[in-house]
């Protein structure tokens, strides 16, 4: 499976199971150091109330898990860049973008 349907797949699933991130706009930041399984670095770029709202329904732990799912990925598949990039939610439309060091 090329990496790209992966991260579609998970982000997909990640919308689908909490339709609450269709009204929201920000972003998550994050980075790893080489070889690193999970993340080092994550910042949230949502308004206040809504970043408060993810932390009470739990969804930054989520996403945090799907970043982690994703940068396990591209480290098992050797996927080139692995240890940054950012995820746009723009009212349920979302993206990732891996960027190079």
Not at 42 to 55: G, P
Request: glycine share 4%; hydrophobic share 40%.
């Amino acid at each position: 499976m090329p990496e790209h349907d992966f991260e579609q797949i998970a982000l997909t699933k990640l919308h689908q199971q909490y339709p609450i991130l269709n009204d929201m706009n920000g972003s998550v930041i994050f980075r790893t150091e080489a070889e690193a399984s999970e993340p080092n670095f994550i910042a949230w770029s949502f308004n206040e109330n809504a970043e408060a709202h993810l932390r009470e329904l739990g969804l930054k732990d989520k996403i945090t898990q799907i970043v982690e799912q994703l940068i396990n990925y591209r480290l098992r598949k050797t996927v080139m860049p692995v240890c940054e990039g950012v995820i746009e939610f723009m009212q349920g439309q979302f993206m990732i973008e891996w960027r190079s060091q």
